[in-house]
């Protein structure tokens, strides 16, 4: 049998430690990987994928621990990717993850993973959505996505989830206006962590009023709840595993015409996502190869031409005029 379906078999079967190589084979941006992938993509598509995003520091790992262990606790199986660009080494919040989340390391039901660095499969988006393939493939109930709120690529991986829950905290006035700027906009489920703290109820209500303003512009069968959390405590996780099944349901009805959805716009923003890498990696190639990228360069510093018509002309050079398919 030749080695990507002897891979692929085991992934299927639920085996951890050819998925940990395979994981890793994908940060080294292994050529085989793809292959496997391909074969892998085929079974992928039952977990429920739940995106957790905000801020950094609003407590999304302990949350996402919480999350684990509710889950656990109903017999079902996990796997975590947790993508923190803005710490990428020791001591940041890659670390810290580790140790939050190894009291589930010896549990065979849970799978984490973390990404911090861009690797070389195409990006950080692209390792993401890749291992989340894999722990979908790999039979895991659900898959929980947990991205820093900062970035539009890591709003966006948490957004494609079928249940994304925003994350924020009491008295963060520029974070509220974050919420405003747009990730608002994710949101199945918004949760106001450390409740603990002062503010709390002035939060809720701010968040509750701006959700009414959304209303009025969309026409949302759902309506995204607010819940109060303390992760650090484990309070309120219950009510917010309640607000996820409700959100599943809903996606699940009518014939699971909002989960259609949900997997239309998921499979669109992963094929075009891999399609422009592909393109601009394959572009970039070329012209590397035939010396026109030094050319270029040297005649946008010489301003001879500016990297606005430079790049234009190229790509039209190159790929033609759009034109409809013979
Ligand atoms: N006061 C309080 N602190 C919390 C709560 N939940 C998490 N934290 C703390 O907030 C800090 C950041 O948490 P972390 O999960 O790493 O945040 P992340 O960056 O969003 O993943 C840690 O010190 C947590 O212990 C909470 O409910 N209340
Ligand atoms: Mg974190």
Do not use: C
């Not at 999350?67 to 919040?93: H, M, N, W």
């Not at 990404?115 to 195409?122: P, S, W």
């Amino acid at each position: 049998m030749d080695r990507t379906q002897e891979v692929v078999d085991r992934i299927l079967a639920g085996d951890v430690r050819i998925a940990a190589r395979l994981m890793r084979e994908l940060d080294d941006g292994r050529p085989e990987v793809r292959e496997i992938l391909k074969e892998l993509y085929r079974h992928s598509g039952r977990a429920h994928i739940i995106g957790i995003t905000g801020a950094p520091g609003v407590g999304k790992s302990t949350l996402t621990d919480r999350i684990i262990q509710y889950l656990r606790q109903e017999g079902k199986t996990v796997g975590v990717v947790a993508v923190d660009p803005t710490s990428p080494f020791s001591g940041g919040a890659i670390l810290g993850d580790r140790i939050r989340m190894q009291r589930h390391a010896l549990d065979e039901g849970v799978f984490i993973r973390s990404l911090a660095t861009r690797g070389h499969f195409g990006g950080l988006t692209a390792s993401a959505r890749a291992v989340i393939t894999v722990l979908d493939a790999m039979g895991k109930d659900y898959v929980l996505v947990e991205t820093v709120g900062v970035g539009q690529d890591e709003v966006e991986i948490a957004a494609t989830a079928y249940t994304t829950l925003v994350v924020t905290v009491p008295g963060m006035g520029d974070d509220i206006q974050a919420i405003k700027a747009g990730i608002l906009e994710v949101a199945d489920i918004l949760v106001i962590n450390k409740a603990d703290r002062e503010g709390a109820s002035r939060t809720y209500q701010e968040l509750i009023q701006m959700l009414e303003l959304q209303g009025h512009r969309k026409a949302i069968a759902w309506k995204p709840p607010v819940l109060l959390a303390q992760a650090k405590d484990n309070e309120g996780i219950e009510a917010l595993m309640a607000a996820v099944r409700d959100h599943q349901e809903f996606l699940a009805q009518d014939g699971g015409k909002a989960l259609q959805l949900a997997r239309a716009s998921r499979v669109r923003q992963e094929f075009l996502e891999l399609l422009r890498e592909g393109v601009s990696r394959r572009l970039v190639k070329q012209l590397e190869s035939d010396g026109r990228l030094d050319r270029v360069l040297t005649d946008i510093l010489a301003k001879q031409t500016d990297p606005y018509s430079a790049s234009q002309a190229l790509v039209l050079e190159m790929l033609g005029p759009v034109k409809p398919m013979a």
